[in-house]
């Protein structure tokens, strides 16, 4: 299990998810995000994005073992992701925008 952490892209970044996952979802798939109440209900819409970058935190060779004993391990996962534009035509321009201003 590792932590995955969902994050919006752009200038100002902003966590929207993170939980634990056996699981790791690739650039270009689709994430739902699901708003859930106390019951495990969904309480919102559901927003879909799509997969921009996806980083794993591995640990280098220089790092020194866990306390525990355990064996050193992916325990972070970041993934940047946009408003699925395919879905929404209008965003389409904002996506590409963003994504020139991050190549600069």
Do not use: N, Y
């Amino acid at each position: 299990m590792v932590t995955l952490r969902i994050i919006r892209h752009g200038r100002h970044e902003q966590v929207l998810a993170e939980c634990s996952s056996s699981v790791v979802p690739a650039r270009g798939e689709v994430v739902q995000l699901d708003t859930l109440d106390e019951r495990g209900e969904q309480s919102r819409p559901s927003t879909l994005w799509r997969v921009v970058s996806v980083t794993l935190h591995v640990p280098s060779l220089a790092s020194s073992a866990p306390r525990d004993g355990a064996r050193l391990a992916v325990k972070l996962v970041e993934v940047a992701v946009l408003p699925d534009v395919a879905l929404v035509p209008d965003f389409e321009a904002a996506a590409a925008q963003i994504l020139s201003e991050s190549k600069m």
